[in-house]
Structures are given as C-alpha cells and as structure tokens.
C-alpha cells in the first residue's frame, strides 16, 4: 500500500472515488492495483469506516 495515501481521510477518499469512477468492486481494484485487500479494509475499519459491497464504498 505505498502508494497510497497515508492519512486515513485521504485514504477514504481516494479509495472510494477509485470504487465510483473505475472499479466494480473492492475485489476487483486490489487486484488491479496489486494491494493488500485485508490490509486495505483494516487500515479502513481502524479509522471508523466498513466496506459495503451492496454500494461498493466504504462508509
């Protein structure tokens, strides 16, 4: 995950606009971006946000 955003409301913010405009789904963008899905979800979940494969976005 180095190179994405360091600050979790960065982070947040650049993962779900990744969600919105290219990928459909979590799965998919890790894959694509060769990062780690836990780590990407914990990281996430530490800052209060979960991920909602329904939406695709965290929230």
Known sequence: ???LPKD???LFSFVNMKL???Y???K???DDMDIDEK???DT???AGWEYSPE???FW
Do not use: H
């Open 8 to 10: 979790p409301f960065m």
């Open 20 to 22: 919105r405009d290219e």
């Open 28 to 30: 998919e963008m890790c």
């Open 1 to 3: 995950m180095d190179e």
């Open 55 to 57: 939406n695709n976005k």
């Open 24 to 26: 459909a789904s979590l």
């Open 39 to 41: 780590a990407l979800v």
């Open 44 to 46: 996430l979940a530490a």
